[in-house]
Nanobody
């Protein structure tokens, strides 16, 4: 089993920045994609960004140029640097780990990000 724990959410004004972090623990396969999804009030959960070691990260169009995803395999962590935040970025952000070979999919409990003046 794999456990994911997010941190770093909070309240920020439009134009501000936040950095989300996610630590994975447990039986983690070497070949996995780590990423972030979000669910805004009244909407479906949507893809934000993901990263596979050695491959260019992938971003949703809505966050390209503002968000940066990175990972540290030595610490089993993934980060999401969010700059120039907009009210429409308000959502619960979920960390995701997908094991490529086994096909298993794991989720964190979510962290709230609120962008408001």
């Amino acid at each position: 089993q794999v456990q994911l724990v997010e941190s770093g959410g909070g309240l920020v004004q439009p134009g501000g920045s936040l950095r989300l972090s996610c630590i994975a623990s447990g039986s983690i396969s070497r070949f996995n994609t780590m990423g972030w999804y979000r669910r805004a009030p009244g909407k479906e959960r949507e893809f934000v960004a993901d990263i596979l070691t050695g491959v260019t990260p992938t971003y949703a169009d809505s966050v390209t140029g503002r968000f940066t995803i990175s990972r540290d395999n030595t610490k089993n962590t993934v980060h999401l640097q969010m700059n120039n935040l907009k009210p429409e970025d308000t959502a619960v952000y979920y960390c995701n780990l997908r094991e490529i070979l086994a096909g298993s999919n794991y989720w964190g409990q979510g962290t709230q990000v609120t962008v408001s003046s």
